[in-house]
């Protein structure tokens, strides 16, 4: 079940990043009144980002509770993980490197979220649904009174409030008993769907973003739980257990190279490709990498500043020895 788990987050990394970097590509300029840009802005645009920060809090959760089963010094470890994804972040953005900023939201995320590892299931539960219905409920000052202080807060509380329901996803073992919420998970799909389509006009909005975001994670969810969806989506696993790497690397493309070659951005068609050529890369790649290391290079740092240790990269001697 461990394993299972562990794939399922990984899936949902994976499609994640995938949905990040047709954004990112995006953000580059292109003509918004195509249909091709329209769906993007709509269906994609931040919905991916409240993907990954709900991964956050989950494996914020997961990564606590394998803490206290080794009886390490989960509280420390946990801090150190947060203060290096800080620096990470830091040094990223010192340099030039634009994903940097994303990381400081993480750490700051994750680093806030320690409070709630310790508070009970239930309260974590009505706390999001209290945020949700603030959220809705001040949908129409989001487009409004874009100025007022009220709204300012709505989308960073938003953002959090996907970290505290990873948390509860966590705190529950959630993804340990997958089939035993099958009903509930399809439930919640059928009413995300008709939300989703209630809200898919107000693109730029908090609300938006927070049920089209859950809709692509109960979908995707659900997938995960037939053998043939596991194995129609199994190129993302190590797609998505680089993601901070791959991250890392399509960011500083988009960057330093597209954005100074505008000439190759003139259509949305021309940078869909130019996002479905990254994406495909880093997935052969990713593959290619975790058959000779156990994690991104960018991971590996983290690990290591985290345990405070020199962490072994490579997977075996042998695997080292046939890369030789």
Known sequence: MQKQRIEVIDYL???????????????????????ISSLVIHSMESKFIYMF???LGLSSMLFMSSLKERSEKANLIYIRRSGTLLLIGISLVFVGIPSGGLFILYAIFGLIGFVFLRIPPMINIVVFIAIAILIYSTRDMVLIEAESSIVSLVGPLSMFSMVILGIFVGQISFYNQLQRFKGLL???????????????????????SLVMSLFYIVFFTILSMYIKGRRLFSFLIAYGRMSMSNFIVHTSFIYFYLMN????TSSALTLLNIALFIIIIQI?????WLKYFKMGPAEWIWRMGTYWKKIRIVDSVEKGSKRS
């Open 13 to 35: 990394r994976g499609f994640a990043l995938l949905g990040i970097t047709i954004v990112n590509v995006f953000q580059v300029g292109t003509d918004y009144d195509s249909y």
């Open 53 to 55: 920060i709900f991964l």
């Open 186 to 208: 399809v439930t919640a799909l059928v009413i995300l769907l008709f939300l989703s389509y209630h809200f898919y006009s107000w693109a730029f909005t908090p609300i938006n």
């Open 261 to 264: 070659n505008q000439s190759l």
């Open 284 to 288: 052969i790649y990713s593959n290619i």
